[in-house]
């Protein structure tokens, strides 16, 4: 039971540090392209203040107070203070206990599948990169380079390490995944005219591609293809005046990701078995 509490603990303590990146990776992105710009035009560079994933410490979206140590508790604190502010009690957005609760969830399910190794940190991992795509997405419709590529990466050297024998299949799950939305892409392009979606997303399938092989692929884009339409469709009727806005990609194949990567061996060999393979 400690050892289960221990890892809740830690899960929750890995989302709330997921909240920081979330909310002050695009901005640090933002930053580094209007620099680059500037310096590419030959302007002067603009001064900055400090701002990373360490500075400055954790702060009211609203009024800047700096938050408390024991108001910024994994989930405690949001609880405590009832999802608001402890100085100008504006509203803090129920995204950071939700983030958190995830992380611990996504902690929990990770030892209770491959045990404490390295191979369940390895997984938990690639579950946490996909939260923050998934959340980085919802917020901002970006899919950071700086994410995909080493999630990418990662995956080939998990398969060199535990599973290499499936290194081939990574590679070519790799492949697949990218040209299999970069023809998508293309081809809704050339019929209508508009971009259906953006190359991050043609990355981040890459990325799940080099986890679960190509041969998991199907798995991933169904899930993430059927309950994105399911979604969508639904959003547009309840919201007649958003009819035709960008919907993001990434949360959806991050959740057929999240399947994959924790049931998908399970779900093949029941669908087999289902059909007599």
């Known amino acids: 039971m400690f050892i289960w509490l221990l890892v809740l603990m830690v899960g929750l303590c890995v989302g709330s540090f997921l909240n920081v990146v979330i909310t002050r990776l695009p901005v640090m992105l933002i930053q580094q392209w209007r620099s680059e710009a500037l310096a590419a035009l030959e302007q002067p560079e603009e001064v900055q203040e400090r701002f990373d994933l360490i500075w400055p410490g954790s702060l009211c979206p609203a009024c800047?107070?700096?938050?408390?140590?024991?108001?910024?508790?994994?989930?405690?604190?949001?609880?405590?203070?009832?999802?608001?502010?402890?100085?100008?009690h504006g509203?803090?957005?129920?995204?950071?206990?939700?983030?958190?609760?995830?992380?611990?969830?996504?902690?929990?399910?990770?030892?209770?599948?491959?045990?404490l190794t390295w191979q369940a940190l390895f997984i938990a991992a690639a579950c946490y990169t996909l939260l923050v795509l998934a959340v980085i997405d919802?917020?901002?419709?970006?899919?950071?380079?700086?994410?995909?590529?080493?999630l990418l990466w990662a995956g080939l050297v998990y398969q060199l390490l535990f599973q290499p024998l499936m290194l081939?299949?990574?590679?070519?799950?790799?492949?697949?995944?990218?040209?299999?939305?970069?023809?998508?892409?293309?081809?809704f392009k050339l019929v209508t005219g508009k971009?259906?979606?953006?190359?991050?997303?043609?990355?981040?399938l890459a990325a799940l591609g080099a986890w679960v092989g190509w041969q998991t692929l199907p798995l991933v884009l169904i899930i993430s293809a059927g309950i994105g339409a399911l979604f969508g469709i639904t959003w547009q009727l309840m919201h007649k005046d958003q009819r035709g806005l960008p919907m993001p990609f990434g949360p959806f194949l991050a959740l057929g990701g999240w399947v994959a990567l924790l049931m998908g061996d399970t779900l093949i060999a029941l669908y087999l078995t289902a059909v007599g393979v």
């Open 195 to 204: 971009e259906g979606m953006g190359y991050g997303d043609f990355k981040l």
């Open 138 to 150: 919802l917020r901002t419709q970006l899919l950071p380079d700086t994410l995909t590529l080493p």
């Open 64 to 88: 800047r107070t700096p938050i408390k140590w024991h108001d910024n508790l994994p989930l405690i604190g949001w609880l405590k203070r009832r999802g608001r502010c402890a100085a100008c």
């Open 168 to 187: 081939p299949a990574a590679v070519i799950g790799a492949m697949v995944g990218y040209l299999v939305l970069w023809s998508v892409y293309w081809l």
């Open 91 to 115: 509203r803090i957005s129920p995204q950071y206990p939700l983030v958190e609760l995830a992380g611990g969830i996504i902690a929990l399910a990770t030892v209770a599948l491959f045990g």
